[in-house]
Each structure stands twice: as C-alpha cells, then as structure tokens.
C-alpha cells in the first residue's frame, strides 16, 4: 500500500461541466490521491460561452471559517495545496488580463514565491517575468528567471512558439530545477508538441494542472515522462471531447459550450493509465 496523499484543492465550482475543482478532483481521485475541496465559487456552469451562469463566490473570511474548521479538528495537515490562480490568456495573438492587473505583483511577489510547480500559459509567463517570448531560448531564458523566484518545476503550457513539427501542433515546455545536497544544480528541459484540436474547450488548464501534479508526484525526477502521461491522457481526453460533441452537434454544425464539456468520466482509464500518444523532446 502506498502511503495516502492528500490534495487541498481551493479552486472554482460549476453544478453542471468540468472547470475548476470538478475538473481537478476527478482525475486525481482516479490516481489515487485523497482530495480535500474548497470551492472559491459555486456557479450554476461556466462563464465562457453560456448565455447564462447563476451562483455564489465564497469571500476571504468564509474561506478562513472553513480553513478554521479543519484546524481545529487537527485535520488541516496536506501533502499538496492546488490552487488555479488564473491570469490571463492571448486571443488571437492579443494578450488579455482575465483579473485586475492590481493582482499581478500579488502573483508574481507573494504566490509564485512559495509553489513548487507553476503551469503558466506564455501570456502568464511574459506577465510574471516582464519580459516578451519570441524564440525558445527567450522561453527557456523565462523559465529561468520563474525558477530563481522559487518555483523548481515550471512548465509552460502553451505558446505561440513554432512547433518543429508544423503548424497542427502545439509546443509547451517544461523545466525542472533540482539543487542536490552539495549546492549544485540540475536542470532538466524538455518539449512537448501536441496536435492542435479545432474546438475551444473550458477547463483543460485545470485538467492538465492536476495530472501534472499527480504524475511528477509519481516521477519526482523525470518531468520528461510526467509531462508525456500528463499531455497524452489531456489528448486523448480531448479527442474524445470533440468527437461526442460533433456527433451531439450533428452534421455541419457547429458544438456549443454544453456539448464541448470535456468528457472526463468517460476517459476514466485513459486517466488512470495513459497510452503514451505525445512523446517529449530532451533538450
């Protein structure tokens, strides 16, 4: 038996889909991890692509009353806190904030300080650093720069960057800085081309965040194969995504945001058990 690990996940909620903690949960419970919830907010779905959202945000002093309840039942002791601080994202070419820009040197200056891995998209990545990714080595030269500031697992998880493979796939790296007990440090980089899929899915940040702490729980010192289960089983999870919601869709239109729900109950085993699609360059 493997010793229990357990996950405080303070994330967003929707009733019905998967973003925020209900796309976190499932997927870390399937690898065997123990997952404690607070939800940040409780909306009816999503808020990108519905007409419609209904629901409740939880505020800082709700959030320290059930923080609190836990402490004082003396069960607030966790292997890992997950937590989606979300910044911002390009839309066709065009970087745009998703929070008050107030909020950025919180980020930068209290939250990435004390994480021990971060999944910033590129837009994030530029925004945290100050500084513009034009070629790899910019990106690399960025995931330096996030390492000095605390974090020893950093991956980027999209970019704009052009894939070696062609302009189907989609590249996101990886960096893992280790200091050995004499000071000295290992770094390990690596790449990751992923085909591009035609559809605009919600939750795949929160997804791939939680099987990326899984797997390099898993493989504490080879991001290059936590990175290939966590980019394969994404993949294979989206591929069945767009498939249903086609068909749910029917011939010639268009899916909407209901039927573009990733399909993660379905994909129980690909979870569990990823057959490696998408492999990682060493770099």
């Keep these: 038996m493997e010793p229990e690990?357990?996950?405080?996940?303070?994330?967003?909620?929707?009733?019905?889909?998967?973003?925020?903690?209900k796309a976190a949960t499932f997927p870390l419970q399937v690898l065997g991890f123990e997952v404690d919830t607070v939800n940040?907010?409780?909306?009816?779905n999503h808020t990108a692509g519905y007409a419609h959202w209904k629901g409740q945000v939880l505020n800082s002093d709700e959030l320290h009353e059930l923080y609190e309840g836990l402490k004082l039942n003396k069960v607030n002791q966790y292997d890992y806190v997950l937590?989606?601080?979300?910044m911002g994202d390009k839309w066709n070419?065009?970087?745009s904030m998703y929070v008050p820009?107030?909020?950025?040197?919180?980020?930068?200056?209290?939250?990435?300080?004390?994480?021990?891995?971060?999944?910033?998209?590129?837009?994030?990545?530029?925004?945290?650093?100050?500084?513009?990714?034009?070629?790899?080595?910019?990106?690399?030269?960025?995931?330096?720069m996030l390492h000095a500031m605390g974090p020893e697992t950093v991956v980027i998880t999209s970019s704009d960057l052009q894939a070696p493979l062609?302009?189907?796939?989609?590249?996101?790296?990886?960096?893992h800085?280790?200091?050995k007990a004499d000071g000295t440090r290992i770094t390990q980089r690596i790449r990751v081309e992923s085909p591009k899929v035609d559809a605009v899915f919600v939750g795949t940040g929160d997804l791939f965040a939680a099987m990326l702490l899984a797997w390099t729980h898993k493989h504490p010192n080879n991001l290059k194969v936590a990175c290939e289960k966590t980019v394969s089983a994404m993949q294979h999870v989206l591929q069945r995504t767009?498939?249903?919601?086609?068909?749910?869709?029917?011939?010639?239109?268009?899916?909407?945001?209901a039927q573009l729900e990733l399909r993660m109950v379905q994909s129980k085993k690909d979870i569990e058990n990823p057959e490696i699609i998408v492999k990682a360059t060493v770099l």
């Design 166 to 175: 062609g302009n189907d796939y989609l590249i996101a790296l990886g960096s």
């Design 83 to 86: 937590t989606g601080p979300v």
């Design 101 to 144: 820009k107030d909020l950025l040197p919180v980020y930068r200056d209290k939250v990435v300080p004390v994480a021990d891995i971060i999944t910033p998209n590129q837009f994030e990545a530029e925004l945290l650093t100050g500084r513009k990714i034009y070629t790899e080595k910019d990106a690399l030269e960025v995931m330096d």
């Design 5 to 21: 690990c357990r996950v405080l996940s303070i994330q967003s909620h929707v009733v019905r889909g998967y973003v925020g903690n």
């Design 40 to 44: 940040s907010v409780q909306f009816s």
């Design 242 to 257: 767009i498939k249903s919601a086609k068909v749910q869709a029917g011939e010639g239109n268009k899916p909407n945001s």
């Design 93 to 95: 070419g065009e970087g």
């Design 177 to 179: 800085r280790k200091t």
